[in-house]
């Protein structure tokens, strides 16, 4: 396939966020690509931050999305991990270096040469618009070794957000080694977040949620949390003050850290996922130097571990909870997003395109 593949979804033109129907290009099936008709594709809160500009300027039109799942369409000659028909996903990134020491070692996300081109937004020399185009869109091209096995046994849709929720929050859960009968907490119970209890829980931990949203209480429950904490005020996180084992934070926006960072029990580690506007964070100092808790952040996975992610939910029945939405609803659903109303990630149906 020597010609570009013709696409069409649905684009940012400008920091105001609203997103409009686009028609664009992609490269050219390569000889270690493949092309993947996209049939889900998850909303995110990331994909919010960066059309309206909150991690830096962008270039536009842009098309955001990067839990993206479909059927293999094409697939270029030298490519043995996929054949046509098969089911694949794309997370999100879609190239870096492969050559340095943490791409060999399965760290593509962290290229020592910079060279990690993120699903979309970023510079891409081989993209006919010249940045990455994400997933609300009808296709995409990928090199095969940024293409995730999608297993028989889970719904496409149900593994979709998987590739950024699960992995995001997959990934520095098992950095933390917790045994079983440790106490997690997990402090905002979003898309990410209700997969962080799911994973906690089937790990073996005690998990304790952490939401400002009342209405979360039952549901937190039936996904495993042992208890819910409603946070109206820093006050109402004293009583927990040394009590997690662990803590990891989904919590998109800057917000009054310290109370939860609190929670850890000395030396515990605390890691936040959540990425606000402008990635800044405040953190009192005198809370840390006092409660001795290790503060990390955490970006999203590797290819091997995004794998690994899929394959073990599959294999344990751990299903995103999700709502199905047409791609016209896009603007309408975004605003639900910001407003906290997802129950608990969208995703978008991409057949009515």
Same mark, same amino acid.
């Given at each position: 396939?020597?010609?570009?593949?013709?696409? +069409?979804?649905?684009?940012?033109?400008?920091?105001?966020?609203?997103?409009?129907?686009?028609?664009?290009?992609? !490269?050219?099936?390569?000889?270690?690509?493949?092309?993947?008709d @996209?049939?889900?594709?998850?909303v995110?809160?990331?994909d919010?931050?960066?059309? +309206?500009?909150?991690?830096?300027?962008?270039? *536009?039109?842009q098309?955001?999305?990067?839990e @993206?799942?479909?059927?293999?369409?094409a697939?270029?000659?030298?490519?043995t991990?996929f054949?046509?028909?098969?089911? %694949?996903?794309?997370?999100c990134?879609?190239?870096?270096?492969?050559e340095?020491e943490?791409c060999?070692?399965?760290?593509?996300?962290?290229?020592?040469?910079?060279?990690?081109?993120?699903? *979309?937004?970023?510079?891409?020399?081989?993209?006919?618009?010249?940045i990455s185009?994400?997933?609300? #869109?009808?296709?995409?091209?990928?090199?095969?070794?940024f293409?995730?096995?999608?297993?028989?046994s889970?719904?496409?849709?149900?593994? %979709?957000p998987l590739?950024? %929720?699960?992995i995001?929050?997959?990934?520095?859960?098992?950095? $933390?080694?917790?045994?079983?009968?440790?106490?997690?907490?997990? /402090?905002?119970?979003?898309?990410?977040?209700?997969?962080?209890?799911?994973? %906690?829980?089937?790990?073996?931990?005690?998990?304790y /949620?952490?939401t400002?949203?009342?209405?979360?209480k039952?549901?937190?429950?039936?996904?495993?949390a042992?208890?819910?904490?409603?946070?109206?005020s820093?006050s109402?996180?004293?009583?927990?003050?040394?009590?997690?084992?662990?803590?990891? #934070?989904? @919590?998109?926006?800057a917000?009054?850290?310290?109370?939860y960072?609190?929670?850890?029990?000395? *030396?515990?580690?605390?890691?936040?996922?959540?990425q606000? &506007?402008?990635?800044?964070?405040?953190?009192?100092?005198?809370?840390? @130097?006092?409660? !001795?808790?290790?503060?990390?952040?955490?970006?999203?996975?590797g290819i091997?571990?995004?794998q690994?992610?899929?394959?073990y939910? $599959?294999?344990n029945? &751990?299903?995103?909870? &999700?709502q199905?939405?047409k791609?016209?609803?896009?603007?309408?659903?975004?605003?639900?997003v910001?407003?906290?109303?997802? !129950?608990?990630? *969208?995703?978008?149906?991409m057949?009515?395109?």
């Amino acid at each position: 396939m020597a010609e570009n593949i013709q696409s +069409k979804g649905y684009a940012g033109k400008d920091e105001s966020g609203k997103l409009v129907p686009w028609s664009f290009e992609r !490269r050219p099936v390569g000889d270690n690509d493949i092309l993947i008709d @996209i049939k889900y594709c998850g909303v995110c809160h990331s994909d919010i931050h960066q059309i +309206k500009g909150h991690w830096g300027p962008q270039q *536009y039109p842009q098309v955001p999305g990067h839990e @993206i799942v479909g059927v293999v369409a094409a697939v270029g000659k030298n490519v043995t991990k996929f054949k046509v028909g098969d089911r %694949a996903g794309v997370g999100c990134m879609v190239s870096s270096c492969m050559e340095c020491e943490s791409c060999k070692n399965g760290e593509e996300h962290h290229c020592d040469n910079n060279a990690t081109i993120m699903t *979309y937004g970023y510079p891409e020399e081989s993209s006919p618009t010249g940045i990455s185009q994400g997933g609300y #869109s009808q296709n995409i091209v990928v090199t095969e070794h940024f293409a995730i096995k999608i297993p028989d046994s889970i719904d496409l849709q149900e593994a %979709a957000p998987l590739l950024c %929720a699960g992995i995001t929050t997959y990934s520095p859960l098992m950095r $933390a080694n917790f045994k079983k009968g440790d106490k997690v907490g997990v /402090a905002g119970i979003g898309g990410l977040g209700h997969v962080a209890i799911k994973l %906690a829980v089937s790990k073996g931990a005690e998990v304790y /949620a952490f939401t400002t949203t009342e209405s979360k209480k039952e549901d937190c429950l039936a996904f495993g949390a042992t208890e819910v904490i409603v946070v109206n005020s820093p006050s109402d996180l004293q009583p927990w003050k040394g009590k997690m084992d662990y803590m990891i #934070s989904t @919590i998109p926006y800057a917000y009054e850290m310290s109370s939860y960072i609190d929670c850890v029990k000395p *030396y515990g580690y605390f890691t936040q996922v959540g990425q606000p &506007i402008g990635g800044e964070l405040t953190i009192n100092n005198f809370n840390m @130097i006092f409660n !001795r808790v290790n503060f990390n952040g955490s970006l999203i996975g590797g290819i091997p571990e995004t794998q690994e992610v899929v394959d073990y939910c $599959a294999e344990n029945k &751990i299903y995103p909870q &999700i709502q199905m939405i047409k791609p016209e609803m896009i603007n309408e659903i975004w605003e639900k997003v910001v407003n906290k109303e997802a !129950r608990y990630r *969208y995703v978008i149906d991409m057949s009515s395109l």
